[in-house]
């Protein structure tokens, strides 16, 4: 679900396009839709629901920006990318960005040419197993098959987990999260890795849920976030901002249900400049002065979509924790709109 290894293959494909598509909030405006690169389906974060519609916690983030660009948050086409195609359909320029649970690195950063604009998921790798399997630990795992999807340096974190442990392992390389979670269902593997979230959406659609257990070690850091080619600083900072509008409108008490009250009523200058009733910050994007109103319209202020698609109240139940806002200890801040 996350990192590519194929670095190098990408590289000079990546340069081109970066160069290539500098403009594109100009193509995003011209074709009257954003192209955004979504999971194969991964509930809770990007998946089509019963109408064949994307919904998700990442989803939503790509309909706050077709809100804040286009005036529209259905005006978003999702184009489902594996872990292996998502680097170059971003940077052939298939896509306008990349909003998929892609983790941040040095290489995909720097080699790739590829600008992480934020983190709107502090996760890190994990396991699930079946409770039968009857182990604690990840340390127990000595001789487990482990399914692995391949291409992504999961199956680097997880050679390095089994050799700082001098333990061993087989591993059962998969294509995306569908696969894994059925050859592991199916008993071809004796345990998943994946991000811990990734591991908590599968197991919240598995009939049998309870069964599983996800073990308690977190063997990486993967901050998860919106990617946009290099060279494009306009877009990049109209995805970065718009993400940070949603984190400033928790922050500030601004919902989807009070934002209209608060927009007529407020006194307190930065909620008037994030939401447009004071100064133009919009301009200095190639937006009007409303994008950040229109992208909280969408599904809410981060919070809000966070609970909707994966909290506590969800079949995922994921907490804050690392997400919670860094007035309520967690890593999630968003820089003054000034």
């Known amino acids: 679900m996350k990192k590519s290894v194929f670095l190098g293959t990408l590289s000079a494909a990546a340069v081109v396009a970066g160069i290539a598509g500098a403009g594109t909030l100009d193509d995003v405006k011209a074709r009257g839709e954003l192209i955004c690169g979504s999971n194969t389906g991964l509930t809770g974060f990007g998946a089509p629901d019963a109408n064949g519609q994307y919904q998700g916690f990442d989803a ?27 680097f170059t359909a971003l940077a052939s320029g298939e896509v306008d960005v990349l909003i998929r649970n892609s983790t941040w690195t040095f290489s995909r ?13 502090y996760d890190g790798q994990g396991f699930m197993v079946k409770k039968d399997l ?24 997880l ?3 089994f050799k700082a442990n001098n333990i061993s392992y087989t591993p059962v390389n998969i294509a995306d999260d569908s696969e894994g979670q059925r050859q592991y269902l199916a ?9 811990a979230s990734g591991l908590a959406a599968s197991r919240a659609t598995m009939p049998d849920a309870e069964n599983h257990i996800i073990l308690p070690e977190i063997i990486s850091k993967e901050p998860l976030g919106p990617v946009v080619r290099h060279g494009d600083n306009q877009w990049g900072d109209i995805v970065r901002w718009t993400y940070f509008a949603l984190v400033a409108a928790e922050e500030y008490g601004v919902n989807k249900a009070n934002l209209e009250e608060v927009a007529a009523t407020t006194t307190n200058p930065e909620i008037k400049r994030l939401l447009g009733t004071e100064g133009d910050l919009g301009a200095m994007l190639g937006l009007d002065k409303e994008f950040a109103k229109r992208a909280i319209a969408a599904n809410g202020n981060y919070g809000e979509i966070f609970e909707a698609n994966i909290g506590s109240g969800t079949p995922i139940g ?10 309520q200890g967690g890593l999630q801040y968003a820089p003054p709109f000034r």
């Not at 809100?67 to 978003?76: C, E, F, I, R």
């Not at 907490?319 to 806002?325: F, K, M």
């Open 60 to 86: 939503a983030l790509c309909k706050a920006l077709a809100a804040a660009v286009l005036g529209d948050a259905s005006k978003v086409k999702f184009v489902p990318t594996t872990g292996e195609t998502r």
């Open 109 to 121: 950063d720097v080699d790739l040419k590829f600008d992480f604009v934020a983190v709107n998921y």
């Open 134 to 157: 009857g182990v604690s630990s990840a340390k127990e795992l000595d001789g487990a098959t482990i399914c692995i999807q391949t291409g992504t340096t999961t199956e680097l974190n």
């Open 159 to 161: 050679a390095d987990f």
């Open 187 to 195: 008993g071809a593997c004796d345990a998943y890795t994946t991000d």
């Open 318 to 327: 994921l907490a804050r924790g690392l997400n919670a806002l860094w007035t």
